[in-house]
């Protein structure tokens, strides 16, 4: 199995860019395909972004298409979430998970997951 730790959130204003890591121990990273998830405030964990396991393919929700950019290092068992233009409306807890299978959309395709990192974003 493999253990997953979030960091990199904090308060930003509207406009402005946070970059989210991952870091991974346990098995070896690179067997896993990841995904960035979040949550706000009474609202269902909705996905963010997904990558495969080579990084070479990723599938983006659409509300943030063209801001925000999913990434992996592989030799550093990390992942990123770069996030540019954030929006108020997006305050929420950010998880990345990780699965033996696949990067999708869907909660249920991820073994494991981490404790998240809270975003702010200030008007």
């Known amino acids: 199995q493999v253990q997953l730790v979030e960091s990199g959130g904090g308060l930003v204003q509207a406009g402005g860019s946070l970059r989210l890591s991952c870091s991974a121990s346990g098995r070896t990273f690179s067997t896993y395909a990841m995904g960035w998830f979040r949550q706000a405030p009474g609202k269902e964990r909705e996905f963010v972004p997904g990558?495969?396991?080579?990084?070479?393919?990723?599938n983006y929700a659409d509300p943030v298409k063209g801001r925000f950019t999913i990434s992996r290092d592989n030799a550093k068992n990390t992942m990123y979430l770069q996030m540019n233009s954030l929006k108020p409306e997006y305050p929420a807890v950010y998880y990345c998970?990780?699965?033996?299978?696949?990067?999708?959309?869907?909660?249920?395709?991820?073994?494991?997951w981490g404790q998240g990192t809270q975003v702010t974003v200030s008007s």
């Open positions: 990558l495969s396991m080579s990084g070479r393919l990723t």
């Open positions: 998970a990780a699965s033996q299978n696949s990067s999708g959309n869907c909660q249920s395709e991820y073994e494991y």
